[in-house]
């Protein structure tokens, strides 16, 4: 059964930057795309960002294009979110997910697999 591990949440202000790490274990060749979500209290789970491992092509949504980046490391099987320029509006629980299919997505609904959460306070 996979597993995936997440750290690197923490508090910062507004402008300032955090990397999220992610590592998955357990898996073989089940999972071919990781995505990152975050949730607030009250609201459904938003995709931030995803990568198809295979091919490396990642996806993001609008609202943290130019700001975020996710990227892999292959030879620890981990996944990260570099957040710059971080606002109080990103202010959430962090998931890490993973799926298997051809393709990467931020849907969700997708994702078999996720991780416990970490916690990003952004002050303003």
């Known amino acids: 059964q996979g597993q995936l591990v997440e750290s690197g949440g923490g508090s910062v202000q507004a402008g300032g930057s955090l990397r999220l790490s992610c590592v998955a274990s357990?898996?073989?060749?089940?999972?071919?795309?990781m995505g990152w979500f975050r949730q607030v209290p009250g609201k459904e789970r938003e995709g931030v960002a995803a990568?198809?491992?295979?091919?490396?092509?990642?996806y993001y949504a609008d609202s943290v294009k130019d700001r975020f980046t996710i990227s892999q490391d292959k030879a620890t099987y981990t996944v990260y979110l570099q957040m710059n320029n971080l606002a109080p509006e990103d202010t959430a629980m962090y998931y890490c997910?993973?799926?298997?299919?051809?393709?990467?997505?931020?849907?969700?609904?997708?994702?078999?697999?996720w991780g416990q959460g970490t916690q990003v306070t952004v002050s303003s």
């Open positions: 997910a993973a799926k298997g299919g051809w393709h990467g997505s931020l849907d969700a609904n997708e994702y078999r697999f």
């Open positions: 357990g898996f073989g060749y089940t999972h071919h795309a």
């Open positions: 990568i198809y491992l295979l091919s490396d092509k990642k």
